[in-house]
C-alpha cells in the first residue's frame, strides 16, 4: 500500500497533522513515533509551568476551530471546561498540555508508537518514499508514501567541555529523571540564560533549604532576557506571513542577508559602522549567490560611535561621539539611501524586482536579525531602522566642497550637511502589512 503521507515523529507539529487530515477520507497517512506513547518534553513537565503559546494555538484551532481535536472540546469531555474559565488564563499548564496531546493521539489510529525510522529512501520507479523502521522487539517494518513530512524535533545540546563528565551533569531535558540525584550534591549550577534554565533554577531554588545544597546560575549572557512574545514574532508564525515569506525571490533574500545582516549586527553589537558601498565591499559568491562580503580599504569609512570607548592609539580616531538619534543615519543614509535605493530602482528597470517587494525583504531581513539576537532589543527601540523618516544626509555636497578629504577626521559630524528628511520606505512597508 502506497499513503499519501509518511510523518516522521509524533510531537505537536505531526500530531496536529494527524488530527487535521484524520476527517478527510481521501488523504491516508501515517505517524511513526519511536517513543512507547505520547510524551511531550517529559523531562521539563515541572509543576506549574505553563505554555510560552495560547490555547488557541493548540493541535487544531487555528486551523479549524470545529475539529473535535481542539483544547476546549478535551476540557469539555473531561469535565474542565469551566475550571479554565475561571482561571482566566490562556496559557496551559505544561503538564496539562502533554494530557491534552496524549489524549488526541490515543484516537488517532494511524499513529504507530514504538516505531523508530532509522533509513529512508526514493523509489524512483515507484515515485515514493519508503521508511524504514524497528520496533521494540526489534522487528523490522518499512511503509512507501508519496509526501515524507519530517517532524523529529530537536536533540539536546550537551556542550563538548561536559561530554566527558556527564556523572556530574545532566540536559534539561532529563531534568525530571536527574532531579533527585542533583539534590543530593552540595552544589548544583545551573548553566544558561533561557526559559528552562530558569524554570530549573527556580525549582531547585525552592527546594534547596529541605537539601541544603549551595545553588549558582550562570550564562554567558550579559544579562536575562524577557521571551519573545512580541506581536511581530507571533505574526511570523502565522500562515499568510509563510506564504509571502515564501513567495519572495530567494536569491535575493540572499544577498540581503549576506550584506545587509553582518553591517547591523557591527552596528548593534559593537556601535560599529562603514560606509558600505561599491569600491569597499568584496561580495563571495558560491554557486552564484552571496554568502557573505568583505569588507576593504576601509581606514576612512569605518567608525565606532562611542567616544568612551578606549582603544589602541594607532585606531584611536574612528571612535567618535554622535548624537543619540543621528547614529542610526550609518544605516539609514550609507545602505538605505546611498545603496539600496539605488539597487531598488535597478531591481525594477530590469523586471526582477518592485520596490515594495525589495524593501519587504530588507524589512524582513532586518526583522530576522532582530529576532534572533533579543539580547539587544533596547537598542531596536533606541535606533529604530523602522521609523517614519530619517535626517537626509547629503554626502555628494561634501565630495563637491573637498574632494582631497570628504570629512574633518577630528570631528566627522561636524562635516555632515543634513537638508531636511526622508520617509523611510520600511516604515511605509510596515504600514501596509499592518492594515492588510
Ligand atoms: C521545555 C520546553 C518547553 C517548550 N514550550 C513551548 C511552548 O510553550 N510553545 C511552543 O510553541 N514551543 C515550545 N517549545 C518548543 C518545542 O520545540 C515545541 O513545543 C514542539 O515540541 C515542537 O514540536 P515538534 O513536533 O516539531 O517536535 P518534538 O516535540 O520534538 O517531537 C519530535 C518527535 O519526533 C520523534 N522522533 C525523533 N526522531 C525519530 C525517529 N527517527 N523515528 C521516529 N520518531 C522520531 C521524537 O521522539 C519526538 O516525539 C518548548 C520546548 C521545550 C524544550
Known amino acids: 500500500m502506497i499513503y499519501d503521507f509518511i510523518a516522521i515523529g509524533a510531537g505537536p507539529f505531526n500530531l496536529g497533522l494527524a488530527c487535521l487530515t484524520d476527517p478527510i477520507p481521501e488523504v491516508n497517512g501515517i505517524i511513526l513515533e519511536q517513543k512507547e506513547r505520547f510524551d511531550w518534553h517529559p523531562g521539563m513537565l515541572i509543576d506549574g509551568t505553563t505554555l510560552q503559546t495560547p490555547f488557541l494555538g493548540d493541535l487544531v484551532t487555528l486551523a479549524d476551530p470545529t475539529s473535535r481535536f481542539s483544547f476546549l472540546n478535551y476540557a469539555k469531555l473531561h469535565n474542565r471546561i469551566y475550571s479554565f474559565y475561571i482561571r482566566e488564563d490562556l496559557f496551559l499548564f505544561r503538564n496539562e498540555y502533554n494530557q491534552y496531546c496524549r489524549w488526541a493521539a490515543e484516537q488517532l489510529p494511524n499513529v504507530l508508537f514504538g516505531q523508530t525510522v532509522d533509513r529512508v529512501e526514493y523509489d524512483e520507479v515507484g515515485r515514493c518514499y519508503r521508511a524504514h523502521s524497528r520496533d521494540r522487539n526489534g522487528c523490522r517494518h518499512s511503509h512507501s508514501a508519496r509526501k515524507l513530512v519530517i517532524g523529529t524535533g530537536n536533540a539536546p545540546h550537551v556542550p563538548e567541555c561536559v561530554k566527558g563528565d556527564m556523572d556530574h551533569a545532566t540536559h534539561s531535558s532529563t531534568y525530571l529523571a536527574d532531579k533527585a540525584r542533583l539534590q543530593a550534591r552540595r552544589s548544583i549550577t545551573v548553566v544558561g540564560s533561557g526559559q528552562s534554565a530558569a524554570e530549573i533554577f527556580r525549582d531547585l531554588l525552592q527546594e534547596s533549604d529541605r537539601h541544603g545544597y549551595h545553588l549558582n546560575w550562570i550564562t554567558r549572557s550579559p544579562r536575562y532576557f524577557p521571551l519573545e512574545l512580541t506581536k511581530l514574532t507571533l505574526e511570523m508564525t502565522s500562515p499568510d506571513y509563510a506564504d509571502y515569506f515564501f513567495s519572495l525571490p530567494a536569491e535575493e533574500r540572499e544577498r540581503l542577508n549576506a550584506y545587509l545582516s553582518p553591517l547591523i549586527h557591527c552596528f548593534y553589537a559593537y556601535d560599529l559602522a562603514f560606509m558600505p558601498h561599491g569600491e569597499n565591499l ?155
Open 282 to 436: 568584496i561580495l563571495v559568491l558560491e554557486d552564484h549567490v552571496p554568502v557573505r562580503v568583505v569588507m576593504k580599504d576601509i581606514g576612512e569609512e569605518i567608525g565606532i560611535l562611542n567616544g568612551d570607548i578606549v582603544l589602541p592609539e594607532e585606531i584611536a580616531r574612528i571612535s567618535f561621539s554622535v548624537r543619540e538619534d543621528m547614529k542610526p543615519n550609518c544605516i539609514f543614509t550609507d545602505v538605505f539611501d546611498c545603496f539600496f535605493r539605488h539597487l531598488s530602482a535597478l531591481l525594477v528597470e530590469v523586471g526582477l524586482l518592485d520596490e515594495r517587494r525589495f524593501w519587504a525583504l530588507v524589512a524582513e531581513c532586518i526583522e530576522t536579525y532582530q529576532a534572533s539576537h533579543p539580547e539587544y532589543g533596547a537598542k531596536y527601540v533606541r535606533y529604530d531602522l523602522f521609523a517614519s523618516q530619517f535626517a537626509l544626509n547629503c554626502l555628494n555636497r561634501l565630495q563637491i566642497a573637498n574632494n582631497q578629504q570628504m570629512l574633518d577626521l577630528a570631528d566627522p559630524e561636524k562635516s555632515l550637511q543634513f537638508i531636511g528628511t526622508l520617509d523611510n520606505p520600511l516604515a511605509i512597508v510596515r504600514q501596509g502589512a499592518g492594515s492588510a
